[in-house]
């Protein structure tokens, strides 16, 4: 297996497998067509992966969302590589506010209108991909739901884990416009087997297909209160607090059931299940500075451009500085 990654967040995930993967530290942005060497299939998860870091720098966004996964997939049909799963997204039926006539049930055939920085560069790596179909190509896209769980490089920008976060640090979940909205969920441990799925499934099957990938859809007042009772059986008591000031939020339901129907394919993580099993490897690891810019995706990104804008002064930190680097 090969693993390609900027490694903006490390090793940690990698460590433990190092021994059975070969690491390419490289940009998405900037591939040579060596690194698909001994490559069947590619599993494209890379570029910015929410709202935040998208808003904040939407150029790198569309560069790693649309361009790369259109030149990497160009790159693949040249070099052999026939099956391309595409990480997308099921914020691309989001429509913003909550209005009961607009509370449809969405899927793979509704249409889409996305607007926001980040759905809209995924919507568009999917168009690429399809303009590409043919019978020694078979792209695949797989639209995830609000992922959550618990992962080596945690994360508490992740509606759920947040809820623990909270929950753990103050005591008390706040639910934000009274937690009205709407949200697909899926949990990380199903959507890695959902990619082992596509990567199985036979061409005819998948060829140009779409799947949601969704548990189930809930209310964000619902996920709370989940939360709350799953954290309650481990001892831990937690209140819920409401702020009913308008938010930019986002609010849809979506359905999953066509990759079950296809594929037979179910997911199986509910939202205790996981809660309980964050708490517990969030104990067993010690992931307990919740507040870490590391565990949040665009406070990382922030530092890093930060301390990229010193090291460009200074040089290595512990290099002796060039002649002349201080002016």
Known sequence: MTILDRLFFGRIGIEPHRDRIRLLPADI???????????????????LSNDPTAEYNPEANYQMNTVATATLAQMAKQCGVQRYIYASSCSLYDFGIVEAERDVLMDE????????????????????LFAMIDGSFCPVILRMGTLYGFSPRMRYDLVVNTFVKDALSKGYITLHYGGQMWRPMAEVRDAARAYVALLEAPDEAVR???FNLVHDNYRISELALRVRDALAGLDIHTDIRTDFKYAAVRNYRVSGRKITRVLNFRLEVGIEDS????VQNVRAFGYTNFDHDRYYNIRWMKLLEEAQSIINITGGIFDSPKPGANG
């Open 29 to 47: 942005r900037n591939l040579s067509a060596d690194c698909l060497q001994g490559v069947s299939a590619i599993i494209n998860l890379s570029g």
């Open 109 to 128: 055939t509704s249409p889409v209108d996305p607007r926001a920085a980040y759905s809209k560069s995924k919507y568009d790596g999917e168009r690429a």
């Open 208 to 210: 140009g297909e779409i």
């Open 275 to 278: 809660v309980r099993h964050i």
